[in-house]
């Protein structure tokens, strides 16, 4: 009996080596490629003056005598902190579980489309990320149909992380009257303008867009290349600055690994990422409408919209 319990007890040991050499192995090869990755892909060829390198030949050892998944994937979150910019990181695998409505390699995000009408004046659409065009082209066809008497449309983006970088080009469509560009994608061989693609029942009345410190990435291309050619008036809080397109890759550890493929400029000239959006009118959090359950920023824009 003693010989059987030793035998099962070594049995149990191996395969707990076994497995620990394994998971290291998927780690080491999750840090490769993703210093690769960037190495390759990065839209800044010298990396922002970072050494990579250097911070390959600090941080690799560490991850491979790293004791635990959650250490191993800090030393690889600490190589992209380096970059010193947004849209850089690594998405646990736990947040793949039990997903609805993913997106490639994105986890779930939540998506609301939502349209109504708020008075004979104006109308109110609601979009909660930039996922499913055909979805998104649907709703803004319904609203530009029912309101194409309206003085003026608010359009929420409110909360909106981002999504598909090329939907903030084909929401604009939606209110231009000719061809315009949005701005410009630069990546490290070649360059992409956002341009408009005008619709043929556009909608030609006042826009407001609504922003606060979570519109993000296409949200923030969005409002602030609107905002550039003087098409929409921008309501709310400052976004926070995180407008760098970027790829999302599965690694052999499971994780997700985002990383940015180009820079964006405005087409006003501005850079978005570090600065964000600044509303043309800013609706303080604190306000009185708020304290009274009533949606402060909705009602500035929807009062903007059907003064004389």
């Not at 909106?160 to 560009?181: C, E, K, Q, Y």
Request: charged letters at 20%; a neutral charge.
């Amino acid at each position: 009996m003693q010989t059987l319990t030793r035998y099962v007890c070594l049995g149990a040991l191996l395969t707990l080596c076994a497995q620990s050499q394994t998971e290291k192995t998927l780690w080491l090869a999750s840090f490769d490629q993703v210093w690769q990755t960037v190495r390759d892909k990065h839209f800044d060829a010298k990396l922002n003056g970072v050494d990579w390198q250097a911070a390959r030949d600090e941080l690799r050892p560490k991850v491979e005598g790293a004791a635990s998944a959650e250490e191993a994937r800090g030393y690889i979150q600490a190589l992209l902190s380096r970059l010193g910019h947004s849209h850089v990181g690594i998405i646990p695998a736990a947040a793949y579980r039990g997903s609805v409505g993913q997106f490639g390699h994105l986890p779930s995000i939540p998506l609301e489309l939502k349209y109504e009408r708020l008075s004979p004046a104006s109308g109110y659409i609601r979009i909660t990320a930039f996922f499913d065009p055909d979805a998104i082209e649907g709703l803004l066809k319904e609203a530009a149909t029912d309101c194409h008497d309206c003085r003026g449309l608010i359009l929420d983006l409110r909360g909106n992380p981002g999504g598909i970088g090329g939907l903030a080009a084909t929401v604009a469509s939606w209110f231009v009257d000719r061809p315009l560009s949005l701005g410009t994608c630069y990546f490290r061989n070649a360059q992409l303008n956002l341009a408009t693609n005008p619709r043929s029942r556009r909608f030609s009345g006042k826009l407001a867009i609504l922003i606060d410190g979570r519109s993000m990435s296409t949200s923030e291309i969005l409002a602030g290349g609107m905002q550039d050619l003087h098409r929409a008036t921008i309501f709310g809080q400052p976004s926070p600055g995180f407008a760098l397109p970027s790829a999302i890759e599965k690694l052999p550890s499971g994780d997700g690994f985002q990383y940015t493929t180009a820079n964006y400029i405005s087409v006003g000239g501005r850079a978005l990422e570090g600065n964000g959006v600044k509303p043309d009118v800013l609706v303080p959090l604190a306000s009185k409408t708020t304290a009274q359950g009533l949606d402060a920023t909705r009602a500035a824009a929807q009062q903007w919209i059907e003064k004389e």
